[in-house]
């Protein structure tokens, strides 16, 4: 009877081991936040967070999971960084108290533990955002999601590309309104590589 | 009537009428209504304040840094016009309201020092104080002459919102230049009225208070350079140099070109020490 007993915990064992928590660290070369923003509505002008850090989790066999990830706000870049004549380049103007106030509030951070699966994918995930200060809810919709082991080095690996939307005029920031749109995108590429 | 409503909507929503028309008109309107109770000076804080609403940024959640020095400026100015009711001021006023309101900066600024080396916290936290101190120092104990009070309020107000603006923050730029209308309001009633209209602590220390601040906001959130703010604190100096005695008008005229010439090196400081030209 022992012997069945084992012989049975033996052959579970490797399923227990793939239902269980996977937890993994965001590649910060490979993770980046990007908005868009209206532009006098005529363009749509687009920035990127260069730094970010964060983890997540899933377990696919009890359909949950987690995210949380750190964007360094003074790592914005729209790609004008020269004032030249100006007063002001356009990053410099962003980073300011007028927009992201990065001296004041150096990061903002979504944290989300509300994950919902298509089969064994995860499709969306909603928690809250912190930025300026206030914490709003966002849900991001995950567009793309592929697991497998990295090419070179074979560690198991997630990632994919997810997206959302917030109102920048609840967090506070209303400087610019409405000729600077208040409805902003987020982007969202992201890889992480399982501890 | 619709149309109408939509065009007023429209034109409050001008950032050059945010914060030069109206803080302007209602600086002056409110300093004449109080003008009875010798509270004229609370036009300043009426003015700027009107402004703050106008731009439409305020909240007190979260209480950040720009949200910490309205409430800061609308503080100094109750205190003000409660010592100007209450208090007859003597020549310890200005060091005292000077060390209070420099303790109080530290407040305003605390969640950007507490971000920074120890180093850093110990020399920007005591540049905010002295400037703060300095300030409202300097500009309070001009408050009974009412010519150089306002025409201080003026180009402290210019000189804190221009700077600001090249500095990187158009928002403290709105604030600095409204606070510059709503000491224009008060200029203009007094220029109206005559020596009689009084400036008081209410307006020197709203004035000092909110400028020392803005000024103070646009070098540590933004990207003014600090040797702005040594012009900005000449000001409250060089409004003292001589005025004539008649006709009464010049002498706020001439006060505000003294001033205006301290808040203009402040504003060229402003420009040009980024690009490599500094003193």
Not at chain 1, 17 to 29: G, M
Not at chain 1, 111 to 118: G, P
Not at chain 2, 7 to 20: C, G, H, K, M, Y
Not at chain 2, 24 to 49: I, K, S
């Amino acid at each position: 009877m022992l012997r069945v007993t084992l012989g049975a915990l033996a052959l579970a064992l490797p399923l227990a081991a793939s239902a269980a928590p996977e937890n993994y660290t965001l590649d910060p070369y490979h993770t980046y936040a990007h908005f868009a923003v209206d532009h006098l509505g005529v363009s749509l002008m687009w920035g990127r967070f260069d730094k970010s850090s964060g983890k997540f989790m899933l377990d696919r066999a009890a359909k949950k999971g987690a995210l949380e990830i750190n964007i360094e706000t003074a790592s914005l870049t729209t790609g004008d960084i020269d004032k030249g004549s100006r007063p002001r380049s356009r990053d410099e103007h962003l980073k300011g108290a007028d927009f992201f106030n990065v001296a004041e509030f150096p990061r903002m951070s979504f944290k989300a533990s509300d994950v919902r699966f298509d089969g064994e994918k995860p499709i969306e995930v909603a928690g809250e955002l912190t930025l300026l200060g206030a914490t709003k809810p966002l849900a991001l919709k995950i567009e793309r999601w592929v697991c497998k082991d990295h090419p070179f080095s074979k560690k198991p690996m997630c990632g994919g590309n997810a997206s959302g939307a917030i109102k920048r005029s609840e967090f506070g920031m209303k400087y610019g309104l409405p000729a600077v749109g208040d409805d902003i995108r987020l982007y969202v590429e992201f890889e992480g590589y399982k501890e | 009537m619709y149309e109408l409503l939509s065009s007023l909507q429209e034109l409050l929503r001008n950032p050059i009428v945010q914060s030069s028309v109206l803080p302007l008109v209602a600086g002056l309107v409110c300093a004449a209504v109080l003008y009875p109770l010798r509270l004229e000076g609370l036009g300043a804080a009426a003015g700027f304040l009107v402004a703050v609403v106008a731009i439409g940024n305020f909240a007190f959640e979260p209480l950040t840094v720009t949200r910490k020095i309205v409430v800061l400026g609308a503080g100094a100015a109750i205190f003000g016009a409660l010592f100007d009711l209450a208090v007859k001021p003597t020549r310890f006023t200005g060091p005292a309201l000077g060390a209070i309101f420099g303790a109080a900066a530290l407040w305003v600024f605390a969640s950007v020092l507490v971000q920074k080396t120890p180093l850093e916290v110990a020399t920007l936290g005591a540049g905010v104080v002295a400037l703060t101190a300095w300030l409202v120092t300097a500009t309070v104990s001009l408050h009974y002459n009412s010519a150089r009070s306002g025409a201080a309020g003026l180009g402290l107000g210019l000189g804190a919102g221009v700077s600001a603006v090249l500095g990187a923050s158009a928002l403290i730029g709105q604030y600095g230049m409204a606070l510059a209308a709503a000491c224009g309001g008060f200029l203009i009633l007094l220029m109206a009225l005559g020596p009689r209209v009084s400036a008081g602590i209410s307006l020197t220390l709203t004035a000092s208070v909110l400028a020392a601040l803005l000024s103070a906001g646009a070098v540590l959130l933004a990207q003014l350079h600090w040797s702005s703010l040594a012009a900005l604190a000449l000001v409250p100096v060089i409004v003292r140099l001589p005025l004539p005695e008649t006709p009464l008008w010049t002498r706020p005229v001439l006060a505000s070109v003294y001033a205006l010439l301290a808040a203009g090196g402040a504003c060229a400081l402003a420009w040009l020490a980024p690009r490599g030209w500094t003193f």
